[in-house]
């Protein structure tokens, strides 16, 4: 499933020094889009910076289909170009595989509930990278986007104006490469656009998930905390404000790590898929 609407449009781009790369631009739905390269030879060093980083925004989640993955030091290198890479202990390449015995459950075979990355790191990610160098077809674990700016566009003056006396106090164990207690307003602004966006990470119950995820309500009666919580969910994962990924290997993913929220679906049975991540602050 890519969501993929039928209006296209192909390009000619400058690629390498010496060569034309034909793109093919395909919008996704509800938001995002694809860009394919003819061939199956391009490769992402050769675009100019800029360019995506313009697409990127535009569409906050950008799939590059058709193009080279890189080696673990290329990806890293290549998000320089981008910005500081944000290390994990030591680390600035994630790799995210479903794990025998995790100890978290980011590597478990359940769903990923809604968060954005860096919560708990000292830098703020402006943008995140995936490669996804194998899958198992069929066997769920999409990657599941929301974006929050339209999310805010559709509420009502009355339902901004109470979101904006409201932050969230979230805590978790460092159990893998992060963890800690940070407190974070819900409506923040795109640091390039300057629309409004909501910070938001659903809470981790400990009878669901390893490693969980404790969330603190301030700006409402401590009563009325679980029916807040329980609303900003369910309008988070509107289908008109979700865009999931089902992902192919060989897809490289760039996502606007502000407008977005992001999450995964449960995967539905063994699977080889692995994507590596990586931050760019
Ligand atoms: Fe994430």
Request: proline share 6%.
């Amino acid at each position: 499933m890519t969501n993929s609407v039928p209006q296209s449009a192909a390009a000619d781009y400058p690629c390498g020094s010496t060569e034309t790369t034909k793109l093919t631009h395909t919008p996704l739905r509800p938001f995002g889009r694809i860009v394919e390269a003819a061939g199956g030879g391009a490769r992402i060093e050769d675009l100019p910076v800029e360019r995506l980083v313009r697409w990127t925004e535009e569409s906050r989640v950008l799939v590059l289909r058709g193009f080279q993955l890189l080696t673990e030091r290329e990806f890293a290198d290549y998000a320089r170009r981008w910005g500081e890479v944000l290390r994990w202990d030591g680390r600035e390449v994630v790799d995210l595989v479903v794990q025998d015995n995790p100890k978290n459950y980011l590597f478990d075979s359940g769903d990923v509930p809604f968060h954005w990355d860096g919560a708990f790191a000292d830098a703020d990610p402006r943008y995140f990278f995936f490669q996804c160098l194998d899958v198992t077809p069929g066997a769920g674990g999409e990657t599941v986007f929301c974006d929050t700016s339209r999310v805010y566009r559709d509420a009502d003056d009355a339902l901004r104006e109470r979101w904006s006396r409201i932050s969230l106090t979230y805590a978790t164990d460092k159990v893998v490469h992060y963890g800690g207690r940070v407190t974070e307003r819900l409506v923040t602004q795109h640091p390039a656009t300057g629309l409004p966006v909501l910070r938001f990470a659903e809470p981790l119950a400990p009878e669901t998930y390893k490693n969980p995820v404790h969330v603190t309500v301030h700006g409402v009666d401590e009563p009325e905390a679980g029916d807040f919580l329980a609303a900003l969910a369910e309008r988070v994962h509107r289908s008109e404000y979700c865009y999931a990924h089902d992902w192919q290997a060989g897809d490289i993913l760039l996502a606007d790590n502000f407008s977005l929220i992001h999450g995964r679906t449960a995967f539905t049975g063994p699977t080889r898929r692995r994507l590596q991540r990586v931050e760019v602050v």
